[in-house]
């Protein structure tokens, strides 16, 4: 594999670690524990580090070391802002051409995410939620708002911290928010589906400013 290969495969999958908050605010990324994870070379790990750096996803620490970025309350309320912004106009532009197939593309990442929190696979369960949220984006049949909305790393707000009784509750209202979703567009009713997608991300920033 070829160094600039190697070092797009850490970016991707560190990345999309970050975004799905597996890997907590705050955490160091060691360049040797990410080398073997990965299986590329430390260089490649750097490179991809420093890429995600100027993305505002990793930042550097006063020693050195880079670490995964500690959102403000600021970003959290701007991710916010901006997620009901791009999402909100995908949902509106996918009623135009929505058919059963895309319904059922929708129904079938909600299943998914049912199943992997019923086994307790959490990190699987916050990647089919990124997938829902990406197909909402991709089902509007534009291709550069989904060129803004990949390349603006909106992290979702879920915050994997274990197993507790509240991480289940949150998995459950997200499962319930996401059918909604999924409904209202069914029925084609924009009002409806806008109104349960605000509800859902207004939820998760709240969790995330609580915290």
Partial sequence: MKEDSQAAKAYNEIRRKILVNQLKPGLRLKEDVWSKTIGVSRVSIREAL???????????????????????????????????????GAIRLSLKRLTSENIKMLEKICDDFTSMVKQGYFNGACDADMKFHEMLIKLSGNKKLFNAYFSSHIPLFHQKLNEAQETLNDYELTDKEHRAIVAALKAKNYKKAEDALIKHISRGESAILDL
């Avoid at 670490?67 to 912004?85: C, G, P, Q, S, W």
Wanted: hydrophobic share 40%.
């Fill in 50 to 88: 420093t890429r995600l750096m100027g993305e505002n996803l990793v930042t550097q620490g006063e020693k050195g070391g880079f670490y995964v970025k500690v959102l403000t309350k600021d970003d959290v309320l701007e991710i916010r802002e901006l997620r009901e912004v791009l999402e909100i």
